[in-house]
């Protein structure tokens, strides 16, 4: 009787699930309703999230409320490994990043995340704590869309450049004095920087599981490997301009609750400052990703000092 009755199923019912998904805007983000998420999520849904994932480029979830961080790490481990931020210490006894408006943590700069690591994470996965009754809004950007804009002489030089990321990136460079004088800021970036990350990244990536071509840019770069500071400042903006064109973004109004995911291989993300000195807190986890490569399948390189590398495992072990 089984068989009569599988016979007459689609054979792909049993594999897809049809998400419920709103897109937020023309060229990234779409919210998907009607999941509760959790680390028990059936498979097909899972799935289902994933391929939405890397289409959409950045999913919100509204509702989550039921998530507590121990649940948020559950979720996040349907995805990977959990990688704890490299310098900034977890929240006690997870592998969660705390942003906490009141301890400086406002990642108000275009940015991907981690890319002073050389494989760095492949997504990360956002939980609105504490949100302010106005403002905090987040932005996320399109790097592949990005780089499919280009004009193709353009495509052909960034195929080519290689940028250095680092963590001690210039703050100061899109901060306002009043931001940097502030106490927390100011302890913040000392804990960020306590030891100096590296890595030599393509510019271009070549996404391991789309295939697509995304720029790998962000607040992390120094310069562009074999140019100078000023020629790479020009380089580098044109580039830039092109991942934060507003016609290339989406824009996310928080509610407590609510969670995003983005795919940090094809994504830029900015958190609006303009909230004040109301409270907002998020928390976040991060999945490993790998080491990039670029059009010619050079890959990304640690340019992390032996000596740094070697306290961080030790650190690790202990
Ligand atoms: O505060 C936010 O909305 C985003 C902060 C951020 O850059 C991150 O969680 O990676
Ligand atoms: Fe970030």
New binding site residues.
């Given amino acids: 009787m089984s068989a009569m009755l599988s016979s007459t199923i689609p054979a792909q019912a049993a594999h897809h699930h049809e998400l419920d998904i709103v897109r937020q805007a023309g060229h990234i983000g779409a919210e998907v309703r009607g999941v509760r998420l959790s680390g028990s999520l059936q498979p097909e849904v899972f799935g289902a999230i994933k391929a939405a994932l890397l289409k959409h480029k950045v999913l919100f979830f509204r509702g989550q409320q039921h998530l507590d961080d121990a649940q948020q790490e559950a979720f996040g481990r349907l995805w990977g490994e959990l990688v704890p931020h490299p310098t900034v210490p977890s929240r006690d006894g997870t592998r969660l990043?705390e942003?906490d408006s009141r301890h400086g943590?406002?990642?108000n700069s275009w940015?991907t995340?981690v890319t002073f690591e050389v494989a760095y994470p492949q997504v990360?996965i956002?939980r609105?704590v504490v949100i302010p009754a106005y403002g905090?809004?987040?932005v996320w950007a399109n790097t592949v869309a990005a780089y499919e804009s280009l004009p193709d002489d353009v495509k052909a030089l960034a195929d080519r450049l290689r940028a250095i990321h680092g963590n001690d990136y210039d703050y100061a460079a899109t901060r306002s004095p009043a931001d940097l004088d502030e106490e927390g800021t100011k302890r913040y970036r000392d804990v960020f920087t306590r030891r100096l990350l590296e890595a030599e990244h393509p510019v271009v990536r070549v996404h391991p599981e789309t295939g697509e071509r995304s720029l790998v840019l962000g607040h992390f770069v120094k310069r562009l490997a074999g140019h100078s500071t000023h020629d790479s400042g020009h380089l580098l903006n044109v580039l830039q301009s092109h991942v934060h064109r507003l016609e290339n973004t989406v824009r996310w109004r928080?509610a407590q609750g609510d969670v995003?995911i983005w795919d940090n291989r094809a994504t830029q993300?900015?958190?609006i400052n303009d909230y004040g000195d109301q409270h907002?807190v998020?928390r976040?986890v991060?999945i490993a990703g790998d080491v990039p490569y670029g059009v010619d399948g050079a890959k990304s390189v640690d340019l992390t000092a032996p000596a740094v590398r070697a306290a961080e495992a030790a650190r690790a072990v202990a």
């Fill in positions: 990043l942003l943590g406002r990642a940015h995340d990360s956002l609105a905090g809004d987040t928080w995003a993300h900015y958190a907002r998020v976040r991060t």
